[in-house]
């Protein structure tokens, strides 16, 4: 039907920037797929699938997409989550013209992945792909109008708006035709795109000495980098401190202003790429980042906390869940990522100890308040049982059966780093040392620990009142 020489094979290796990889899905993903879309759902229009799927109708499409594959019209991807594993959606590319070397790009991801990035970068890697690698001219996206994340994410990876098809496609949930918005890739608009599918980039997010959270923050802010270096002309190995003064007064002219804080973090994903990269000899002195103003963490007092935790405790197994996470964060200090990734070997009630992953792969050992314990055993007893759906390590599950997710502890308690802060607070108002708190915070510096020093104006009284021969 189609003449030319554009075809679409699956890549080798497999397309990945460190945080998100996209591997081609095959009839056992399309659970995973249907489960990871907040309405249960897999959009129509890339799988032709009825929601919930049939086996029967889904065995026949992947079989479809086999065949697309076999004749180079078509792929079809699964986007993983890598810090998790978990696949967040599916993405896929048509070819609509070989002759003229056009192809069209269709997703649908969860909204958490939209949320945290991974769709936008998803977008990325298969449309450079598409452009650098299978010959693609022209890479084309269709958005609802009125779908404005759709519209961000088409914006974010770059892409180009070119005009409006009118009442081309018709939503039946909503029951409104569709007005869609063709955003369109070329070659000449993808270089920013290549300049950050550079190997030392992604091995640099790939490391294990970075968290998950610091892996999507620093993602997002070297991508940035070399994106400003390439629009003007360089590459990561052109950086020296001219570059570097010059990209942190560019942020400092950014508007809206960016706060200190986001330039400090900014710049340092710049200096720890630089030393992974090029070495730690081209990392500038000169940090260049603002000067922050000291913010003391706010910490809520103890009869808050008992009532924050109180009001998460609901009859059913959910109930008893979102009570025993909720304590066991404020028992043991913990920060959103270190709860939701324990395991169920992680807690030891006879030594009365929780094993907690922290930052950068470091490890420690916290204890296990009396009234987390009882809650905790109580939800493996009662509530996980009915949570499970087969086997899963994790220890808070999800009404999935899958390892929670941090938003679902920040639709808990909407402020989770509130309860880390009482923890450390409550514990200096009951006469712990700095030092203590600083190994059951997991912190590397006490400076860091220090903050909270400043908070407990009453204990520095009691010292005072206590130590001093003229209080």
């Not at 220090?450 to 003229?470: C, E, T, W």
Request: glycine share 8%; hydrophobic share 40%; proline share 5%.
């Amino acid at each position: 039907m189609y003449r030319g020489s554009i075809e679409l094979r699956a890549p080798d290796p497999p397309l990945s920037d460190g945080i998100v990889s996209l591997r081609p899905w095959t009839l056992d993903d399309v659970p995973a797929i249907a489960a990871a879309c907040d309405d249960g759902e897999i959009a129509r229009w890339i799988h032709a699938l009825p929601s919930p799927y049939r086996e029967s109708d889904a065995r026949e499409y992947v079989v479809s997409t086999e065949s697309a594959w076999k004749d180079g019209l078509g792929v079809f991807f699964a986007p993983v989550d890598c810090a998790s594993g978990d696949v967040v959606g599916s993405i896929a590319l048509h070819v609509l013209d070989r002759e003229l070397a056009n192809v069209e790009v269709g997703y649908w991801t969860a909204a958490p992945a939209r949320g945290r990035g991974l769709t936008t970068r998803a977008l990325r890697l298969i449309s450079d792909w598409a452009l650098r690698e299978a010959g693609a001219q022209r890479v084309q996206l269709r958005a609802d109008v009125l779908n404005t994340a759709s519209l961000r994410v088409a914006e974010k990876a770059g892409y180009t708006r070119e005009g409006t098809l009118r009442a081309s496609g018709f939503n039946a949930r909503q029951g409104r035709r569709v007005d869609y918005a063709v955003f369109s890739l070329v070659p000449g608009r993808a270089s920013a795109n290549r300049a950050f599918v550079d190997d030392r980039v992604a091995r640099f997010l790939e490391s294990p000495a970075l968290s998950a959270s610091t892996r999507r923050a620093y993602g997002v802010d070297v991508r940035q980098f070399i994106s400003w270096l390439s629009r003007r002309g360089l590459g990561l190995d052109d950086f020296d401190l001219r570059a570097f003064a010059e990209y942190a007064a560019d942020l400092g002219r950014r508007r809206p202003k960016l706060a200190p804080a986001t330039i400090a973090r900014k710049l340092a994903a710049v200096r720890a790429l630089v030393r992974f990269a090029l070495g730690p000899e081209r990392v500038p002195d000169t940090s260049f980042a603002p000067k922050r103003p000291r913010r003391l963490p706010e910490a809520p007092k103890v009869e808050d906390v008992d009532s924050e935790l109180a009001g998460l405790d609901r009859e059913g197994p959910l109930g008893l869940r979102n009570r025993a996470l909720g304590e066991l964060v404020y028992s043991a200090g913990l920060r959103s990522r270190e709860a939701v990734d324990l395991n169920l070997g992680d807690v030891d009630f006879e030594q009365e100890l929780v094993h907690v992953r922290g930052k950068g792969g470091k490890e420690r050992m916290v204890p296990l308040g009396e009234e987390a314990a009882h809650w905790l055993a109580r939800y493996l007893h009662q509530a996980r049982p009915e949570l499970a759906r087969g086997a899963e390590n994790a220890l808070f599950l999800s009404a999935r059966g899958r390892r929670l997710d941090t938003s679902t502890l920040r639709r808990l308690l909407p402020h989770p780093h509130r309860m880390r802060h009482a923890f450390a607070t409550h514990l200096l108002e009951g006469g712990a040392d700095l030092r203590t708190i600083q190994e059951l915070l997991g912190h590397s510096s006490l400076s860091t620990t220090q903050i909270y020093s400043h908070v407990d104006g009453r204990r520095l009284r009691r010292v005072y009142d206590r130590s001093h021969p003229r209080s």
